[in-house]
């Protein structure tokens, strides 16, 4: 009876350091999707500043954003309410860069054309609200990781 009750208890403290273990790298893992999120925004804004269309060489929905999503909703809920927030700021962003490509390609050499087209994608291109909603889920993630491995690293990203 005491064999099989440490047997049942080895295999718990098994079963939770494991899950503690996945959650941790699903975090990494949603770090790293974050930076790729931000960098391909940034890439395609800095492109289109620079008069170059939008070159589609991945497909930012399914390869960027849906992860986020997926990642939260299976192995990280406790965030569920920053990553939406993320994932929502990243897809207006993304919609606003499409919006800006089109005007500019329906604008060809039309200078006053373009112009509009600037200012209207600068009155929809909302990167400090993209860049606050990652760092609060980035102060959430960090907190959560504590939480779950119990130990302290630090007051914060974003300070």
């Known amino acids: 009876m005491v064999e099989t009750i440490k047997s049942e208890v ?23 999707k974050i930076q790729e999120c931000d960098a391909d925004l940034e890439r395609r804004h800095l492109a289109l500043r620079h008069g170059a269309p939008l070159k589609e060489e991945r497909d930012y929905i399914n390869e960027l954003i849906i992860p986020l999503e997926t990642i939260s909703t299976l192995y990280l809920p406790e965030l569920s309410i920053q990553t939406n927030e993320f994932y929502s700021q990243c897809l207006n ?49 960090r907190t959560f990781l504590e939480r779950i491995m119990g130990v302290r690293t630090g007051s914060g990203l974003t300070s």
Request: glycine share 6%; proline share 0%; hydrophobic share 40%.
């Open 10 to 32: 080895g295999q718990r403290d098994w079963a939770e350091r494991e899950w503690k273990n996945l959650r941790r790298r699903k975090l990494e893992t949603l770090f790293d």
């Open 93 to 141: 962003a993304h919609s606003a860069l499409l919006a800006l490509d089109q005007a500019l390609r329906d604008a060809g050499g039309d200078s006053a054309a373009r112009e509009r087209a600037y200012d209207d994608f600068n009155n929809t291109w909302q990167a400090q609200g993209r860049l606050s909603a990652r760092w609060a889920l980035q102060d959430a993630a």
